[in-house]
């Protein structure tokens, strides 16, 4: 929901609001009060991605511009402090993470993508300035929520794990269209966090071989911890592998895309992860063709929050791309580091209020 249908609180909070390029601060905004069918959530945890760098640096992420101040972060955990009128089901202090997409409209789609909520062509997602007023995110010490979108945590899984439950929803809806990863060598390229995200997805799936290649050895050290079996560092020199059946391509770097390619085996698969430039960019793809590589996109994820819940809740451990953690108040700070190519930095983590056992 947007700012303004929420704020109807009279104690303050503090969040991390985006006021434009190059300018986040630490504001005191209403606490707000959760309406019919919402909860409070008092926040715990939240990861940064590269919208909430793209917000901060440049103003904009992608087609979305800011227009007024917004809070940021779309990953994000925390404990329910408060239930709103008509909401069944759900307890205060109960541990949950977000599904931060809500479909506007009717929610119809046409037949032939029935079900895929991530194409429906108007969502309000956490943290995003894609409409006007902007949807706030939840980096902030109280978010209202609907309780449609909330995801309670299993149990043993902690609310820093839960904040990391978005970013593994899309890296395993990324390798949910490749029908079947069982005993097959897959390639990953690009290890900063959802490469890293998709390597432990891809393993996860039954992959047999998964070799990451990346330009920074840091990067490819947490998607060696994350279960990647061969690295290839770049920079060095080191090439990709050849007649690769599956490809997962999560750098989003126009000029990957033509070694990327070549490296797919003929009749192979890439999926997409990455997002690349919405501008016309020089990109060799000439392999497209002559190989007949399926080339696949893949964006954002449907409902697989709820299998990554169940993967935590089974063990996988997440916490190898976790880098650095940051109190609320320092966030410029922490977006700071997690845009700096030298700090070899991962997932950088917010800590957004104390809890029982936020970890």
């Not at 059946?245 to 989003?252: Q, W």
């Not at 007949?292 to 809740?313: C, K, N, P, Q």
Request: negative net charge; aromatic residues 4%.
């Amino acid at each position: 929901m947007s700012r303004t249908s929420r704020m109807s609180g009279t104690s303050a909070m503090k969040a991390v609001v985006v006021h434009g390029s190059g300018d986040v601060r630490i504001d005191e905004l209403p606490r707000p009060v959760p309406g019919e069918g919402e909860v409070l959530l008092a926040m715990e945890w939240g990861g940064i991605c590269g919208s909430d760098i793209a917000y901060w640096k440049y103003g904009a992420s992608g087609t979305a511009s800011l227009k007024h101040p917004m809070v940021l972060g779309h990953e994000v955990a925390g404990r329910i402090a408060a239930l709103g009128p008509g909401v069944r089901g759900l307890v205060e202090g109960q541990p949950v993470t977000v599904h931060p997409a809500e479909p506007v409209g009717d929610g119809r789609l046409p037949e032939r993508i029935a079900g895929r909520t991530n194409l429906h062509p108007r969502v309000r997602y956490f943290g995003s300035a894609a409409f006007h007023p902007h949807t706030d995110g939840g980096f902030s010490e109280y978010r209202a929520v609907r309780a449609t979108q909330i995801r309670p945590l299993p149990d043993g899984v902690s609310t820093e794990q839960g904040a990391l439950a978005e970013p593994l929803a899309v890296a395993l809806h990324a390798v949910g269209r490749v029908p079947d990863l069982r005993g097959r060598r897959v390639l990953v390229n690009g290890a900063g966090p959802i490469g890293s995200l998709v390597v432990a997805a891809a393993k996860h799936r039954g992959a047999d071989t998964v070799i990451a290649a990346d330009l920074a050895a840091s990067s490819l050290a947490v998607a060696r911890a994350m279960g990647a079996d061969d690295t290839r560092e770049l920079s060095r020199g080191e090439g990709l592998p050849e007649d690769v059946e599956v490809v997962f391509e999560a750098s989003g770097a126009p000029a990957a895309l033509g070694p990327v390619l070549r490296a797919t085996a003929r009749g192979g698969t890439l999926v997409q992860v990455g997002n690349l430039p919405g501008t016309a960019v020089p990109a060799v793809l000439g392999d497209l063709v002559t190989r007949e590589v399926t080339w696949i996109g893949s964006y954002r994820f449907v409902e697989e929050i709820d299998d990554a819940l169940a993967a935590l809740r089974d063990g996988l451990d997440v916490t190898p791309v976790i880098s650095h953690r940051f109190p609320l108040d320092q966030a410029a700070q922490a977006l700071a580091v997690a845009a700096d190519p030298t700090s070899a930095s991962s997932k950088v983590m917010l800590r957004l209020a104390d809890g029982p056992s936020g970890t």
